[in-house]
């Protein structure tokens, strides 16, 4: 009888305590359910803590464990792990209720990682969103009942709310309001090549989505607001010193958002926030804090950036009363800051700041097909059509550079706006319409003749009309004209017709020169007998003036021989006519010219007596005949004597 009641306890006990052990894994948590209790749970509670029927606050950790399975059912989960580069997100099921309003449960440090149901409850842990979220690689043992924690690709912890358990499979980040990609780590790194290649450094706007609301007027939450600055500008500071401050970051506070607690604790607002995020990795809570990943604010050399601020101090136009065209503010406040930012690189949010980028080099502005690939401006400026006074319609290439002075550039923007209205709307205006009116004012060939004056004269008119809007204008320049087809072959004709007349005048001076050429040749090859010649002239002028002179010698020799001998003549022939008229007295006239021819003949030797005496005839030599024919000649002679003397007299 005994052995058989031992060997029944021993079954007994075997049925009971057996089945009442269990052994948890290394890695897991055994969730203890209470089957029945005097002890019955409020309405609103989900966990036990004082032995009430239902799940309890207490888990059985890895193990032999003992419970008397007749009482408490013993489920199996496994510890809550988040890989790396994932974060957890804990959802509270148990605790106070969240405030009116709130949108995620008040974060205490004791509540470590959540490890410890009781002491979360027992120090005022509400339910909901709870603010912090586990890091990666976290390895914790969480109450499934008590929390739900979302990773990217697995739900820790067991729904209870209706709505989960309504979907019946296992629950996914999306049925949560969230992407997957919203449970990573949120990196801030450059971009990629193909994703963005002029600006590659990034910055991270933040958006957050629990805190006061933000002061009426302001559109960005900046822990402290510009009291800061305030300070700075009271005691003089300079605008460098004042960007700087604005600039500066305040994310240490709250560790970059991470901490969401200090982040309310140090006045932070829901909505919009000033200070973004630089480089890094960042466990933020998606339910929290969004990010946008945007291009760092970089200013090359040569350029520099106007700032149009719209949060700070109240606006407060520090232009003077000359400048007319909006406001200038010292930085800090709402405007245009009157002081640019210059080369660098700046952690600056485009939502709360809006940067125009002002070349201050030369800048070169293309009307014509080609644009400029430094900067882009003069991408939608085309040839200038303009029509002539014919009503020739021309097509104008021109170039025209301008320049921006850095100090100058706030004034800029102010009165144009941005540097694509300067471009499109200001210059292109003054530009185009210059050309129209002065090409419609002319005819067309006069254009083209006077070319560089119309490009003087657009020159002047351009620079004076960008002097009103503080821009310098260094050079207008006419790059290309593109004529009608009509006006072309016109011109083309006209062309040929002068070159054909310039090619005549060409060949004139080719003809002409070649006859100068000739004549030089031909001098050049009787240059030996030129000087010949010169030679010979010079030795017959010398003989000539020899011959000259000794002519004139001869000449004055005989002039007075001739005077000495007509002298001697005379004086003889007044002789010898006294002698005549004393023989013509004494002995008559023909008597005495007859002894004068006689004595003549025989002083000069003359044979007036023939040696041969030829008689004729019958006559002989003592007749009449033969004295007839002495007598004939002898009276010849005595009468060509006579006339000799004479000439000579006369002479």
Sequence with gaps: ???????????????????????????????????????????????????????????LM???RWKLWMVFRIEKFPWVQVPAGEIGVVIAQVGHPLPIGAKSAVFKKEFANFSDLRRFVELGGQKGVQRPVLSPGTLVPIHPVGFLILTKHKIYGVPVSPQFKAIGRQLAPQDFGLSAAQLEVVRIEPAP???????????????????DPLPAGDIANRLGGFEDVEKLERANESDIKLIETILGSKNNLHNNYQDYQAFLDHGGRIGLQHDPLLYGAYNLNPFLVAVERVAMLKVEQGEVAVIKSYVGLPTEDVSGAEFKFGSLVKPGHRGIWREPLRTGKFPINPRCYEAEIVPTSILTLNWAEATSMAHKLDANLKSIDAKSREGFVFKIDLQVQIHVPDTKAPKVISIVGTMANLVNEVLQAAVGNHFRDKLQSMPAVMFIETRQEVQQQAF???????????????????????????????????????????TFKKQQQAQEQRIEMEKSKG???????????????????????ARKSEADGEATYIRE????????????????????????????????????????????????????????????AGGSGSLEGLAATLMKFIRAKTDQDAKGLTK
């Design 523 to 545: 001098t050049a090859d009787m240059q030996a007998e030129l000087a010949r010649s010169k030679v010979g002239i010079d030795i017959k002028t010398n003989n000539a003036s």
């Design 561 to 620: 021989t001739g005077i000495a001998k007509g002298a001697e003549v005379e004086a003889v022939g007044m002789a010898r006519a006294k002698g005549f008229d004393a023989q013509v007295k004494a002995m008559g006239r023909e008597t005495t010219a007859l002894v004068n021819v006689i004595t003549v003949l025989a002083e000069k030797g003359t044979k007036f007596v023939p040696e041969i005496l030829v008689m004729g005839g019958s006559g002989a």
């Design 1 to 59: 009888m005994v052995p058989g009641l031992i060997v029944l306890a021993m079954v007994i006990a075997a049925i009971l305590i057996l089945p009442s052990f269990r052994n948890i894994g290394p890695t897991e948590i055994g969730l203890v359910t209470k089957r029945f209790s005097v002890k019955k749970l409020a309405e609103d509670n989900l966990v036990a803590f004082e032995g009430e029927a239902g799940y309890q606050a207490d888990l």
């Design 62 to 64: 890895p193990g032999w």
């Design 460 to 502: 002047a008119h351009i620079k004076e009309h960008l002097a009103q809007y503080e821009v310098e204008t260094k050079g207008v320049y006419i790059q290309d004209v593109v004529l009608p087809q009509g006006l072309v072959n016109v011109l083309t004709q006209r062309e040929i017709a002068n070159q054909e007349i310039n």
């Design 193 to 211: 090549m193909e994703e963005k290649s002029s600006a590659l450094d990034m910055i991270g706007v933040v958006t957050t989505f629990e805190g």
